[in-house]
């Protein structure tokens, strides 16, 4: 008897926990507490031999950014982390997340056509500076004919799509989007579908970049991580100007998610 009371107050304590600060259990403590008091994003990048080091703790984001990571050797990796916090009367269970505001949150995130006119700071020229000039889902890569954006009643365990997209640095491309959700989260992989280039100079080869959003949630708030990875020709200082484009347009594409988060879902 004991020995059950025993257990049950384990597990009580266990349960609240989790409850208490889910966060917590994907961030280290000073990680977190630097996301709670902050309004801005957390931002690393690395160019010689990278590694994640904003990864969160959860079990199939790892895997997913390490098998990747394992596959395409990349020289040049930049990680975004940000908290996002609900509204009050929108907090859901720490257990299951509400299937309606997780369903709104993946039709958000395959919005693909409103990345169309999002803007970054671009650091070569310091000026805001135009991201996608065109964003749109398309039936294939080599047809290419225009879709709309999906809406789905409920998000699917997997999903494959295709979307070009004319980028005003690295030109118009085709890329491929895997979507996956599971109990608590949703994560969305890039892979380049066409070679990229900077201007006339090629930069990074067909299939050697690689992008995961990745939105988790804790309750109270949605954690939102988001690293890019990729493999680059190696010309003199190329790797430089491309880790910084990279880092300023992961932080326009976490601005554009909140941004629909906001208006779409959360209505501040």
């Known amino acids: 008897m004991k020995q059950l009371l025993f257990i049950f107050i384990l597990s009580a304590a266990a349960v609240l926990c989790v409850f208490s600060a889910p966060l917590e259990t994907l961030v280290p403590l000073s990680r977190a507490a630097e996301l709670n008091t902050s309004e801005d994003m957390i931002i690393e990048t690395q160019l010689k031999n990278p590694s994640p080091k904003l990864l969160p703790q959860n079990n199939e984001l790892r895997q997913f950014v390490n098998k990747i990571k394992n596959a395409l050797n990349p020289g040049m990796m930049v990680e975004a982390l940000y908290l996002y916090k609900k509204p009050a009367s929108f907090y859901s269970s720490v257990y299951v997340w509400e299937e309606e505001q997780k369903t709104k949150v993946f039709n958000q995130m395959l919005a693909i056509s409103t990345l169309t006119g999002i803007q970054y700071h671009s650091s070569s020229r310091n000026i805001l500076r135009t991201f996608y000039e065109y964003s749109n889902i398309i039936d294939e890569p080599a047809a290419k004919n225009p879709l709309p954006d999906p809406v789905f009643l409920k998000p699917p365990e997997s999903l494959t799509v295709y979307a070009r997209q004319k980028d005003l640095t690295f030109g118009d491309n085709i890329y491929r989007y895997d979507c996956t959700s599971t109990k608590d989260a949703i994560f969305f992989v890039q892979e380049n579908i066409t070679s990229l280039t900077y201007g006339v100079i090629p930069a990074i080869g067909k299939g ?31 790797g430089d100007r491309i880790s910084s484009s990279f880092s300023n347009r992961a932080e326009a594409v976490l601005n554009w998610l909140t941004g629909r988060l906001n208006s779409e879902i959360f209505m501040r």
């Open 208 to 238: 050697n970049l690689r992008s995961i959003v990745a939105v988790i949630d804790c309750g109270e708030s949605i954690l939102i991580y988001a690293v890019s990875m990729a493999k680059a020709f190696s010309l003199p200082g190329m």
